[in-house]
């Protein structure tokens, strides 16, 4: 069974930077593109940024020269690291994965992880 599990979320002050990770774990599975998404309290979930497994990346415009999405291929992990945080920002982070196990591309979300920024 293939899950992902995220790290890293926590309470941050505004102008401050974390760094999120999320680990693909299970067996026979290989990641084809991964990306973060995040909710905020009565909104919708939206795109944050995304890499495919050739390195390719996409921001939306609201984190573009803040976020940085990266992953290391060799430990199945996609980070995002946040700097110069707002407090626009907060939300639940998640993960989001699409992986090819047994032959068949699959959908994957992780459990998701809270970003707060305040003073």
């Known amino acids: 069974q293939v899950q992902l599990v995220e790290s890293g979320g926590g309470l941050v002050q505004p102008g401050g930077s974390l760094r999120l990770s999320c680990a693909a774990s299970?067996?026979?599975?290989?990641?084809?593109?991964m990306g973060w998404y995040r909710q905020a309290p009565g909104k919708q979930r939206e795109l944050v940024a995304t890499?495919?497994?050739?390195?390719?990346?996409n921001y939306a415009d609201s984190v573009k020269g803040r976020f940085t999405i990266s992953r290391d291929n060799a430990k199945n992990t996609v980070y995002l690291q946040m700097n110069s945080l707002k407090p626009e920002d907060t939300a639940v982070y998640y993960c989001?994965?699409?992986?090819?196990?047994?032959?068949?591309?699959?959908?994957?979300w992780g459990q998701g992880t809270q970003v707060t920024v305040s003073s």
């Open positions: 890499i495919t497994s050739g390195g390719s990346t």
């Open positions: 989001n994965g699409q992986l090819t196990v047994s032959d068949i591309l699959r959908n994957y």
């Open positions: 299970g067996s026979r599975f290989s990641i084809n593109a």
